[in-house]
């Protein structure tokens, strides 16, 4: 008797996390050994809610299949939910197990960031304690490109290509004016600088901006901020600056907290404020027009400039994550394994609990001595992975998109 299967979304949208989706789904109706894919909304929440949705009545052919990989953002709906440790408190898990076994489903699959791991190790542990023959499979999702044991992931690849269009036009702008101007692009990527480093990717095709980078893994020193873009004045008139949200400005520098303070569930603090404040202190500081821009989640889910290789990858990770399952395997998360010169990538595995709650920083021997940019070996790391294009389904010229 074939068995069911579950899949879930997790953590921030994407441009690619519904091409993983549809990667679980296309493996599974190619198995003999799978019935019905079931899908989850918002993550573990529908699971514990029992609220599944049957995924082979909802997308039940290739044109809406190709429809569902092209749409941005999570289709099923996402969270952000911090699952107690079972042996506090199990009540959660019982009902997600009766959720479970009340449609056979006999594997599991967790599309999300270091937090969702948390979930798929968690969920592992206790199918296993309680003797629950359920397979759990984590597949890899992030813009901030910030997880354990793998060489990228999904959704990283079309940010950075939005992020390095969105700052080339940017400078487009700027340069315009004969006025100094300088405009800080504060880039999302928690406390990681891969978003932000990857801006640089323009240096490739002879662009000068950015023409600074500032990224979370060095110390920022706002006296060296400044005396950078002076220099920089000295033969541009217009500078532009990315910056990652997660760079700390000492607070005496600032004279207040520039932060709200916020956090969410999993304790980590709201980043959004640097680009303001940077832009505060060169106005004081500097005097000449300066403006700052906060690309915010614009970056998560700009499926216009998508990547056909972060796309292809993502469907691909899903599909492998399908393959390990029916090979027995459980408590994983599907990881990228990279081969250069040419690019290429297979698929690996390893421990969810190895990527749950910790974080992949950006390598400080990419990072140039001057800590204000990257060197080259960054740029050939980023350039495979932004390559390719996908562009929407249009309908009346304008994006059309899946929704459930």
């Known amino acids: 008797m074939a068995m069911n299967i579950a899949v879930a979304q997790s953590g921030g949208p994407t441009c690619a996390i519904n091409a993983s989706l549809v990667g679980v789904i296309r493996e599974a109706l190619a198995n003999e050994e799978i019935g019905t894919v079931f899908g989850s909304p918002n993550g573990i929440e529908g699971f514990i809610k029992d609220r599944l949705v049957n995924l082979n009545e909802r997308m039940p052919d290739e044109e809406t299949l190709e429809l569902v990989r092209r749409t941005p953002s999570a289709v099923l709906g996402s969270c ?11 009540h959660m898990y019982r009902q997600v197990a009766e959720c479970l076994k009340k449609r056979q489903i006999g594997a599991l699959f967790y599309i ?16 296993k304690e309680t003797g629950l023959p359920i397979r759990m499979i984590g597949i890899p999702k992030t813009i901030d490109n910030d997880l354990c044991h793998t060489d990228h992931t999904p959704g990283f690849g079309s940010a950075a290509k939005y992020v390095t269009t969105t700052l080339q036009e940017i400078a487009r ?8 101007s300088v405009t800080i692009v504060e880039i999302m990527g928690r406390n990681a600088g891969w978003l932000t480093a990857s801006s640089s990717l323009l240096h490739a095709n002879g662009e000068e901006a950015p023409h600074l980078t500032y990224l979370p893994e060095t110390p920022f020193l706002v006296e060296k901020f400044l005396d950078d873009i002076r220099r920089v004045q000295e033969t541009h008139r217009s500078v532009i600056v990315a910056v990652s949200e997660g760079i700390e400005i000492p607070e005496e520098a600032v004279g207040t907290n520039y932060r709200s303070g916020a956090k969410d569930i999993f304790g980590h603090r709201y980043l959004s404020g640097v680009g303001k404040c940077l832009e505060r202190i060169v106005s004081r500081e500097i005097g000449c027009k300066v403006r700052s821009i906060e690309l915010n989640v614009m970056q998560r889910c700009a499926s216009h400039i998508a990547s056909l290789t972060d796309l292809e990858e993502a469907e691909g990770i899903g599909a492998a994550a399908v393959k390990a399952a029916l090979n027995g395997e459980t408590g994983k998360m599907m990881t990228f394994v990279r081969q250069d010169d040419p690019y290429k990538i297979t698929f690996g595995a390893v421990d969810a609990g190895e990527v749950a709650n910790h974080e992949k920083k950006f390598p400080i021997e990419w990072i140039n ?22 562009y929407p389904i249009m309908k009346n010229g304008l994006p059309t998109h899946f929704k459930l």
């Open 80 to 90: 952000r939910y911090k699952l107690p440790d079972h042996t506090e408190n199990d």
């Open 112 to 127: 999300g960031g270091n937090d969702s791991m948390d979930t798929v190790m968690k969920l592992d542990r206790y199918f």
């Open 173 to 180: 702008d700027s340069m315009a004016y004969s006025v100094r």
């Open 369 to 390: 001595p001057e800590r204000n940019g990257v060197l080259p070996a960054a740029i050939d790391y980023f350039m495979p992975l932004i390559s390719g294009e996908c």
